[in-house]
């Protein structure tokens, strides 16, 4: 091999670590700002389950919470910043494969883009509310209620749209179970660098994964079966955001005391996300 082909290949092994740093560095901002939105979505839904539910528990009340705190606007930047990273780790794992087991395998890159296209528009929510200085779609009461509502009324316009709004709904009971029983099984082991974890810290993980995957699951189910309803009976009022979605938890049998475990499980959820940002291989 001659001294160009040899510069060649170096500028080119160069390019590609770089490029691996940036994913890297991308995927686990992503991670911890997602871990962010879910403790903060959990700590505000506890506040429901005990009397004071001033607050959206989602993702429009959780921005609202950070945009009320000192430095509010540049934690808010920098939560979308983290987001923007996390759609693209998501999007250069539908183009290349992820580092999971069958990381490489069509659906696997298909669910990889669906993820993408979510917190793309997370992001782009985030940040149009910072730009906005509280202006934006974060912003006045119910709006994420609100929002699947007027999105559950347009789909019911649509030629089939019962049809399309029960698929859709059936779809993500389907994909909450699937997250449920793959935290139960403890699948996200196969993501993480287990040699390098302590006994303790694997502990600490298996409660926040499994705890935190269930609670999940069972909110997005729930939210699956109001989308279902909404459209058995033509009604998209029917249909519910995450903080009607966990509010009605309150009104069980169970009453709050059902709405706490959840919000406590979500809570798990995000410092799990966090140690995901940590030890996940990407």
Request: proline share 2%.
């Amino acid at each position: 091999m001659n001294s160009s082909a040899v510069a060649r290949a170096g500028r080119q092994k160069a390019r590609g670590k770089t490029a691996s740093s940036v994913t890297e560095g991308a995927a686990r901002a992503g991670l911890a700002a997602r871990g962010v939105i879910y403790v903060l979505v959990g700590l505000l839904a506890l506040q429901i389950a005990f009397g004071d539910g001033g607050e959206q528990a989602d993702r429009q009340g959780a921005v609202a919470e950070i945009a009320g705190q000192p430095f509010g606007s540049a934690l808010l930047w920098a939560l979308g910043v983290g987001l923007v990273g996390m759609a693209l780790w998501r999007l250069s794992e539908a183009a290349f494969g992820s580092a999971d087991p069958d990381g490489r395998k069509a659906h696997k890159r298909l669910l990889a883009l669906v993820r993408s296209v979510f917190y793309g528009f997370v992001a782009f929510s985030v940040l149009r509310f910072a730009a906005g200085g509280g202006s934006g779609s974060g912003s006045g009461s119910g709006s994420g209620d609100q929002e699947s509502r007027d999105i559950t009324a347009t789909a019911l316009e649509l030629p089939a749209g019962q049809w399309l709004v029960g698929a859709g709904g059936a779809v993500i009971i389907g994909a909450g179970a699937w997250i449920a029983i793959q935290a139960v099984r403890r699948e996200y082991r196969d993501t993480l660098r287990l040699g390098e974890m302590s006994r303790a810290e694997r502990r600490v993980t298996d409660v926040t994964g499994v705890g935190g995957g269930v609670a999940r699951g069972t909110v997005f189910a729930a939210l699956g079966v109001f989308a279902v309803q909404a459209a058995v009976d033509y009604e998209p009022d029917k249909a519910k955001g995450m903080d009607d979605t966990l509010r009605t938890f309150a009104d069980t049998a169970l009453g709050p005391w059902l709405l706490a475990c959840v919000a406590f499980g979500l809570l798990l959820f995000g410092i799990f996300s966090f140690l995901l940002a940590r030890r996940r291989r990407v």
